[in-house]
């Protein structure tokens, strides 16, 4: 998600949420920034009155977040499959390689998703696009364990969208189930 005023944020807002978007910078960076990065803007906020939200490795960041500090509701938008069990990350192809970094692959490949998302207890909603499962299976696989080990969560499926939360249709299916 890109900037503090997609389609996404907007239809948060007209469902009465206030937002408080947090740039996060991703360039030369791996998750243990991102998610300091949130966390200093996440501590100036009352955890029992906050949603985290992130997609792809955005939603990590808030994953791993949520986990050192329970929030109200966490919303996952297309979990990026960045863990320690993760096919990808253990044998990347040159493109995954170049795409992610070294660096990036190595940090991702620390995290234990078993680990962080027991600390997970809040009301959690995982969303995925249809299109996910063709295009990046791994991502998709994650999302149902995270929603199967996560015990007041729900798994929803996106019909016909692909890895863009800003797809009218994941939008759609976002506003209805929040």
């Given at each position: 998600?890109?900037?503090?005023d997609?389609?996404?944020?907007?239809?948060?807002r007209?469902?009465?949420y206030?937002?408080?978007?947090?740039?996060?910078?991703?360039?030369?960076?791996?998750?243990?920034?991102?998610v300091?990065?949130?966390?200093k803007?996440?501590?100036?906020n009352?955890?029992?009155?906050t949603?985290?939200a992130?997609?792809?490795?955005?939603?990590?960041t808030a994953l791993?977040?949520?986990?050192?500090?329970?929030?109200?509701e966490?919303?996952?938008?297309?979990?990026?499959p960045?863990?320690?069990?993760d096919?990808?990350?253990?044998?990347p192809?040159?493109d995954?390689?170049r795409?992610?970094g070294?660096r990036?692959?190595?940090?991702?490949?620390a995290?234990d998703y078993l680990e962080?998302?027991?600390?997970?207890?809040c009301?959690t909603?995982?969303?995925?696009?249809?299109q996910?499962?063709?295009?990046?299976?791994e991502?998709?696989r994650?999302?149902?364990l995270?929603?199967?080990?996560i015990p007041?969560?729900r798994?929803?499926?996106?019909?016909?969208?692909g890895?863009?939360?800003?797809?009218?249709?994941?939008?759609?299916?976002?506003?209805s189930?929040?």
């Open positions: 998600m890109r900037g503090g997609g389609p996404l944020l907007q239809a948060i007209e469902a009465g206030n937002v408080k978007f947090v740039d996060i910078q991703w360039k030369r960076t791996v998750v243990s920034d991102w300091a990065e949130l966390e803007d996440y501590r100036r009352d955890p029992a009155n949603i985290l992130g997609f792809s490795f955005g939603a990590v791993v977040a949520a986990a050192k500090r329970l929030p109200a966490l919303w996952l938008f297309s979990l990026s960045a863990f320690d069990d096919r990808e990350l253990k044998h192809d040159k995954t390689l795409w992610v070294s990036r692959l190595q940090a991702f490949a995290l962080i998302i027991k600390h997970i207890t009301k909603v995982v969303f995925y696009g249809e996910e499962a063709v295009d990046f299976p991502l998709v994650h999302c149902k995270v929603s199967q080990q007041d969560s798994l929803i499926e996106v019909p016909g969208v890895h863009a939360v800003d797809d009218e249709r994941y939008v759609a299916a976002i506003r189930n929040i």
